[in-house]
């Protein structure tokens, strides 16, 4: 017979010779159980790690090859075993009980693993073993990952420090770091958070701990900017002489160092004349008033040291005085004949104010008056402007109308005689003003007549001037009277002496001196029969 199992067995047997036996004997033999070797046990640890802050197991793998028995591994702290009966053994029954909690570690430290086993029924028991080398969780590398950290938000100056806000995520670091602040103007590092404008970089120092090496660690920077002050602008302003206060309030809580400048708009110099601004009774230093109407910048000043003349400053806005409006001022135009003289619009305007004149409403205008002397064709606009300093422009216009004066140009009466040709002794003028003559006008004296030559004599007729125009008169001819008289003519006789013969003698006579061909019947009377003169 065979046996495989580790164990004691007995065998019995006989001697059988025909039939005949021999009484049966009993031998004892045994079957050692097997002792399990190293290499029938793997157990893996791992290589070094970090401290992470959670628990990590330190045996990657374990398992029995090829031989029974029941497996236990065990971590230490120390060297020494654990005692065979030490609840610090973990049964290995698969990858998850290396996971138990005995298996683990989270702290930093040097840590040792053992194993055993308990042999089954052909299988000796193993003693605690150490494993080969000692497992290792270095110190931790401390990050800002490790921190919750919160650097001021935008910080204006408003004389409080600025602190950063970091916390350790983990508790074992609460106690093991600070804070610390660059110093504006060094390289040095405060703990004291900063309270002045400026960037500050953060960092944190980490201190050694028992799963952190020590550390310094940049976080960020933030910085603190100037305060900005609630500047309220005066509005509403109109000239009236008096100094204006062009700032009306200021709310500001950046300290003491804030300087304040008025410079008119026009004003294109670096030149800034700055006022510390301590209170509300520095609003009304003169320098920060204004009496002339116009446009004005205000600008501000904020920073540890003071301004110079040509610091520029921030702007903050503009303040308008507004121009007052001119009172008192009239416009009358004119509306007269022609009288040689100049004529214009009249401007009544306050002391000290300019007018000034244009022909046209966007035009140039200057302050030479515009005259018309002429006669004008129709009402002729002017326009003009009252100018004065710190007022309003006063605009408008009038109407300038020089008529024609009337001028009466008269025919003088004129006689003729039966057969002249009708003519004229001239005119006479009423009406010329400014001492002015007929040279003055244009054009060519003429005359029409009624009256045709040979026409008949009489008193009826007229004669009318004509041809004379003038821009300035308004020209009415007048009728003078023509006269035609009758003309004279002689008589010339015939047979003016007889001799006495008893009969009657008329002499004959013919008229002479006529004209146009003209019959003129000469009736003589009288007849002498008797001798006699």
Not at 47 to 52: A, G, L, P, Q, V
Not at 186 to 209: F, L, M, N
Not at 361 to 385: L, R
Not at 498 to 518: K, M, R, S, W, Y
């Amino acid at each position: 017979p065979e046996e495989t199992n580790a164990g004691t067995y007995y065998v019995w047997y006989k001697a059988v010779n025909g039939s005949a036996e021999s009484e049966p004997v009993c031998v004892e033999a045994s079957i050692g159980k097997a002792n399990i070797e190293s290499y029938n046990i793997q157990i893996l640890t791992i290589e070094s790690s970090d401290y992470t802050g959670y628990a990590q197991y330190l045996i990657s793998s374990a398992s029995i090859i090829d031989c029974g028995g029941t497996l236990y591994a065990a971590v230490c702290d120390t060297e020494a075993a654990p005692a065979d009966s030490s609840d610090e053994w973990v049964e290995i029954s698969g990858n998850s009980s290396l996971m138990d909690p005995k298996l683990t570690r989270t702290n930093a430290g040097t840590y040792y693993v053992y194993y055993k086993v308990v042999g089954d029924n052909n299988h000796n028991n193993v003693e605690p073993t150490l494993v080969s080398g000692s497992v290792t969780i270095d110190k931790a590398a401390p990050t800002v990952a490790d921190f919750t950290c919160s650097l001021p938000n935008s910080p204006v100056y408003d004389g409080n420090q600025k602190a950063a806000t970091v916390t350790a995520n983990d508790g074992s670091l609460a106690d093991h770091f600070r804070v610390e602040y660059s110093v504006q103007y060094s390289e040095e590092w405060a703990t004291t958070a900063p309270t002045d404008v400026g960037t500050y970089d953060v960092k944190i120092v980490v201190s050694e701990t028992a799963n952190y090496n020590e550390a310094i660690i940049s976080i960020g920077s933030f910085e603190i900017t100037k305060a900005t002050p609630t500047i309220t602008l005066a509005t509403g302003l109109t000239y009236d002489g008096n100094a204006k206060k062009l700032i009306d309030s200021i709310a500001y809580a950046g300290g003491t160092n804030l300087y304040l400048c008025v410079k008119n708009a026009n004003d294109n110099s670096y030149s800034f004349d700055w006022v510390r601004y301590n209170g509300a009774n520095d609003l009304t230093d003169d320098k920060l008033k204004a009496t002339a109407a116009g446009t004005y910048n205000v600008y501000y000043y904020n920073d540890r040291t003071a301004p110079s003349y040509t610091t520029e400053g921030n702007f903050v806005d503009s303040v308008t005085i507004s121009n007052a409006t001119i009172t008192g001022v009239s416009a009358a135009g004119y509306s007269q004949p022609y009288d040689g003289q100049p004529h214009g619009i009249t401007v009544n305007a306050p002391d000290g104010a300019t007018v000034k004149y244009c022909s046209t409403e966007n035009g140039t205008y200057t302050t030479d008056p515009i005259t018309f002397t002429n006669a004008t064709d129709g009402a002729q606009t002017v326009y003009y402007k009252v100018e004065m300093a710190n007022y309003n422009t006063v605009s408008g216009s009038a109407t300038v109308n020089i008529s024609k004066a009337a001028l009466t140009v008269t025919a003088k009466p004129k006689t003729i005689t039966y057969g002249d040709a009708p003519a004229n002794d001239g005119v006479e003028y009423n009406g010329f003003v400014n001492n002015e003559t007929s040279a003055v006008l244009s054009g060519t004296l003429g005359y029409t007549y009624t009256y045709s030559q040979y026409g008949d004599v009489g008193n009826e007729y007229t004669i009318t001037p004509n041809g004379l125009t003038s821009v300035n008169y308004n020209i009415t001819f007048e009728n003078g009277a023509l006269t035609v008289a009758q003309k004279e003519i002689g008589i010339s006789w015939t047979d003016t002496t007889f001799t006495f013969d008893g009969e009657a003698h008329l002499p004959t006579a013919t008229a002479t001196g006529t004209v146009n061909n003209d019959s003129v019947a000469i009736t003589v009377t009288g007849e002498q029969t008797n001798a006699g003169e």
